[in-house]
T-cell receptor, first 117, second 114 residues
Framework: GAVVSQHPSRVICKSGTSVKIECRSLDFQATTMFWYRQFPKQSLMLMATSNEGSKATYEQGVEKDKFLINHASLTLSTLTVTSAHPEDSSFYIC?????????????FGPGTRLLVL | AQSVTQPDIHITVSEGASLELRCNYSYGATPYLFWYVQSPGQGLQLLLKYFSGDTLVQGIKGFEAEFKRSQSSFNLRKPSVHWSDAAEYFCAVGPNTGGFKTIFGAGTRLFVKA
């Protein structure tokens, strides 16, 4: 099956610093990638949809200037949490959409645990 | 509006017993339906999916799910649960080729007792 990787798997940073999270599709090209945020014991909340070569589409309530998304190639999307604060601490998960014939499925990365001190 | 409901926040099952996790959806047309499993601190793994055709879908790890249009349900089943099945299970609707976003249910935590 399709494999999606995320790096780093976990990161601890100081308040006010920026953190970049990478999402890569390892064995397929992903025209669309999604970024989710998951709070403890809760479901996934879609933050933004990232399309290769174009600006990301952010969900209502998600600050685009705080969560910068870049989808520079068909295999890489990055999420940068700028000026991170403790309330940004969360589990961030990316997924990549596989489009083949008439069937589409998302494959998820293993997630990145962010802790802001 | 599209929505997914997983009525059970958590379920406890004895090892070897059968399992059924409930999922109900609200969607204007025939949905694309998914079940994912998430182990602690991990991402989501696709168990199975339904797009069309046979309403009984077989997945990985011995799981199956049945799409029932009349009940707007897509319940996940397994005849004999193993301790390694303990995890969080998410039912989801979408996306389709029209760009409809995936909507996840709140999840059901499965506990397996010896």
């Amino acid at each position: 099956g399709a494999v999606v990787s995320q790096h780093p798997s976990r990161v601890i940073c100081k308040s006010g610093t920026s953190v970049k999270i990478e999402c890569r599709s390892l064995d397929f090209q992903a025209t669309t990638m999604f970024w989710y945020r998951q709070f403890p014991k809760q479901s996934l909340m879609l933050m933004a949809t990232s399309n290769e070569g174009s600006k990301a589409t952010y969900e209502q309530g998600v600050e685009k200037d705080k969560f910068l998304i870049n989808h520079a190639s068909l295999t890489l999307s990055t999420l940068t949490v700028t000026s991170a604060h403790p309330e940004d601490s969360s589990f961030y998960i990316c997924s990549a959409r596989v489009a083949s014939s008439s069937v589409e499925t998302q494959y998820f990365g293993p997630g990145t645990r962010l802790l802001v001190l | 509006a599209q929505s997914v409901t997983q009525p059970d926040i958590h379920i406890t099952v004895s090892e070897g017993a059968s399992l059924e996790l409930r999922c109900n959806y609200s969607y204007g047309a025939t949905p694309y339906l998914f079940w994912y499993v998430q182990s602690p601190g991990q991402g989501l793994q696709l168990l199975l999916k339904y797009f069309s055709g046979d309403t009984l879908v077989q997945g990985i790890k011995g799981f199956e799910a049945e799409f029932k249009r009349s009940q707007s349900s897509f319940n996940l089943r397994k005849p004999s649960v193993h301790w390694s099945d303990a995890a969080e299970y998410f039912c989801a609707v979408g996306p389709n080729t029209g760009g409809f976003k995936t909507i996840f249910g709140a999840g059901t935590r499965l506990f397996v007792k010896a």
